[in-house]
């Protein structure tokens, strides 16, 4: 990006047709760039003021509609005072007045009736007695613990929680809009308190309506939409806010409203508008402060739409205004090039013949088609006589660079096939001292390990013997150390195990190095079938692909040894559960002849770290507790003694790969001496 910009700094400062178009372009882009910048200003206050204004109306439009709602509700208890039956039962069976009052909550769309005698006006706040035997009803929001709602009707305490999202919890207290009003008897004494009211946790139907009267059809850019949430301190306990705004799905309740929020109303008790993160997304809010009967807050009335689409129309705006202005430069630009018309082409010329030049052409400016007197057409012309007197000196140290370039390939040629075949000899001879020394340590890592595997043996017999001889001389008392000596046996068995690998490793002990032509798969599906038993409870699944054709020389039993190693390593390293995929293919050159087969085995476990990787065919290394870190080395041992290799590829965290590469025909020691011999 530096480059491209110092690019273009530097054609402005050196061609006279950019300058020129940048000077006359400058004061219509500065004017341009000024228009758009008051432009986006002005849109962006005006659009933010009108939205703000918005959201000022849409809350007092729901301040007044949960006024007229609790109007509404007052007179539906009035309505059922002045019903005939509440008179009649009232003047004639009072006992059956307190139980008919109670059933009559749905008929009148209320969720509690309760009609309290005069005697329990103790039970209420101060400020509400006061009002009561003054005889004035009363409509207030009330928060109310589960005992209280309990009081007014068995449903409600259930109906109220609302469980906290994202927090566990479950909120128990319920948001109700509470009327009480006094009843009097003819001598003008209160007789009864009518008690009725709403439930406001989880009143989807109340937001509704409440957003039906807010935001009418068509009253919100496309794509918005309106919301009303009621709060309980700061518990959205009824809202049509949704859960996931893109898709429209579910309901917010039991969310939290923002800190920033929170503390402009609940704590300072103000009315709040501006842009808040509700929930999941950006909207224009407006929220007011709940009060009780006591003046205290209680809860938030909250208004407002989505902020995207609003953003989105501004951004459109913007973007029309942007391809305007864009176009207006584009024509202007186009204006003032054809009108320095003129003035371009002699300038075009001669930079063509400049870059020409440059890149080895030869060609002239020649005529400009100018008045004789110009300055460009007396510059062509001594440019002109400047390329002839460059050429010449070009073709004079051509000939010269001919000749030397000649003379120095001639020295050179010898130089380089000596050097081709001095570099190939030191290859082979870094290979074959690298195989020498490899072979050297082998044998006398080999010796070393059967000497020390026979000298353990006869130690290990001994304490074999004198154990079982224990067992039977102590018969039944023996079964007091019954658990010590099964650990002694465990642990002669690991000994035997460990010697017996010596053995194998160094060629001492085992099967029979007996090499004879076999198909490579069936070996395969028999090491798969001792391996199964293994893994029928582990969740271990293998994926077996057999597709090699070519026979090999191979001892079979040591083969298999090697397999049912290696395919018992992979589902070590996957700790119990995943998949091993096993291979066979032919082994083929680099110009598709057979040289063997190849056999892949490949887990998903841990894999092998960098550090590790080249120590893994090292006798004792192991990084299992269990292991005697001699089943890599003994199976390489076996395969490298008929000419084969293991190979392997890892990645830590994905797995690792064991290729076994057999040849078609073994190289035993015999053939390899032989071989040595010739």
């Given at each position: 990006m530096k480059t491209f910009l110092a690019m273009w700094i530097r054609r402005f400062r050196t061609m006279v047709r950019y300058r020129l178009l940048l000077l006359t372009s400058t004061p219509i882009f500065i004017t341009l760039l000024v228009l758009i910048a008051l432009t986006m200003y002005w849109t962006f206050m005006y659009t933010w003021q009108n939205a703000l204004k918005n959201v000022?109306?849409?809350?007092?439009?729901?301040?007044?509609?949960?006024?007229?709602?609790?109007?509404?509700?007052?007179?539906?208890?009035?309505s059922l005072t002045e019903s005939y039956d509440f008179q009649y039962l009232m003047r004639n069976d009072e006992a059956a007045l307190i139980d008919w009052v109670s059933r009559q909550a749905r008929r009148y769309d209320l969720d509690f009736v309760v009609l309290h005698p005069a005697s329990a006006l103790g039970e209420f706040p101060k400020s509400n007695r006061h009002l009561l035997l003054q005889g004035e009803e009363q409509t207030f929001f009330q928060r109310l613990s589960t005992p209280e709602l309990e009081d007014l009707h068995a449903d409600l305490p259930a109906r109220a929680q609302i469980p906290l999202l994202q927090e566990g919890a479950i909120e128990t207290k319920g948001l109700v809009s509470r009327s009480l009003i006094p009843i009097f008897n003819e001598d003008n004494n209160l007789q009864w308190i009518i008690d009725g009211g709403m439930?406001?946790?989880?009143?989807?139907?109340?937001?509704?309506?409440?957003?039906?009267?807010?935001?009418?059809?068509?009253?919100?850019?496309?794509?918005?939409?309106?919301?009303?949430?009621?709060?309980?301190?700061d518990v959205r306990v009824s809202t049509n806010v949704p859960l996931d705004s893109e898709k429209l799905n579910g309901r917010a309740i039991g969310t939290r409203v923002s800190e920033e929020v929170r503390q402009a109303v609940l704590d300072k008790g103000e009315t709040w508008f501006g842009r808040a993160f509700v929930y999941d997304a950006w909207y224009v809010?407006?929220?007011?402060?709940?009060?009780?009967?006591?003046?205290?807050i209680i809860g938030m009335l909250y208004t407002?739409?989505?902020?995207?689409?609003?953003?989105?129309?501004?951004?459109?705006?913007?973007?029309?205004?942007?391809?305007?202005?864009?176009?207006?430069?584009?024509?202007?630009?186009?204006?003032?090039?054809r009108g320095a018309r003129d003035l371009f082409l002699p300038i075009e010329k001669i930079h063509h013949v400049v870059k020409s030049v440059q890149v080895g052409k030869d060609c002239r400016i020649g005529e400009l088609d100018l008045v004789e007197d110009h300055e460009l057409e007396i510059l062509g012309r001594q440019f002109d006589s400047m390329l002839d007197l460059l050429q010449l000196r070009n073709e004079e140290i051509k000939q010269a660079s001919l000749e030397l370039e000649d003379k120095v390939k001639e020295r050179t040629q010898s130089l380089h096939e000596k050097t081709e075949e001095l570099e190939q000899h030191i290859k082979l001879l870094n290979q074959a001292r690298s195989k020498l020394v490899t072979s050297e340590k082998l044998a006398a890592l080999g010796e070393l390990t059967a000497g020390i595997a026979h000298e353990i043996n006869n130690p290990t017999a001994v304490i074999l013997g004198n154990v079982e001889l224990l067992q039977f001389e102590l018969e039944d008392d023996a079964?007091?150390?019954?658990?010590?000596?099964?650990?002694?046996?465990?642990?002669?068995?690991?000994?035997?195990?460990i010697t017996r690998s010596l053995l194998q490793y160094s060629r001492q002990g085992g099967v029979q190095d007996e090499v004879t032509w076999q198909h490579l798969n069936p070996i395969v599906e028999e090491s798969l079938t001792?391996?199964?038993?293994?893994?029928?409870?582990?969740?271990?699944?293998?994926?077996?692909?057999?597709?090699?054709?070519?026979?090999?020389?191979?001892?079979?039993?040591?083969?298999?040894?090697?397999?049912?190693?290696?395919?018992?390593?992979?589902?070590?390293?996957?700790?119990g559960q995943g998949l091993l995929e096993v291979k066979s293919e032919d082994w083929l050159g680099e110009q598709g002849e057979p040289i063997g087969a190849v056999v892949h085995i490949k887990?998903?476990?841990?894999?092998?770290?960098?550090?590790?990787i080249d120590r893994i065919f090292d006798p004792f290394y192991t990084t299992r507790r269990s292991g005697t870190g001699l089943g890599l080395s003994v199976s390489q041992s076996i395969i490298s003694q008929i000419g084969g290799e293991i190979c392997v590829e890892s990645e830590p965290g994905e797995g690792?790969?064991?290729?076994?590469y057999l040849p078609e025909k073994a190289i035993t020691d015999d053939k390899l001496e032989l071989a040595v011999e010739l």
């Open positions: 000022r109306a849409d809350l007092a439009v729901s301040h007044h509609s949960m006024v007229l709602l609790q109007k509404q509700q007052r007179m539906r208890l009035t439930l406001l946790n989880n009143s989807t139907s109340l937001v509704d309506r409440i957003r039906d009267l807010v935001y009418a059809a068509d009253t919100l850019p496309e794509g918005s939409i309106g919301t009303v949430t009621l709060f309980m301190d809010s407006g929220y007011e402060p709940l009060k009780d009967h006591n003046d205290d407002g739409y989505l902020e995207w689409p609003l953003i989105r129309i501004y951004l459109t705006n913007l973007v029309e205004l942007g391809f305007g202005i864009v176009f207006v430069l584009l024509v202007s630009g186009i204006v003032v090039y079964e007091r150390v019954k658990e010590e000596l099964e650990a002694i046996h465990q642990q002669i068995d690991r000994i035997r195990n001792l391996v199964r038993p293994g893994i029928k409870k582990k969740a271990i699944e293998i994926e077996v692909s057999l597709n090699a054709r070519c026979c090999v020389e191979v001892n079979r039993h040591q083969l298999l040894q090697v397999l049912v190693n290696l395919q018992m390593n992979g589902v070590h390293a996957m700790d887990d998903h476990g841990c894999g092998i770290s960098k550090e590790n690792a790969t064991f290729s076994v």
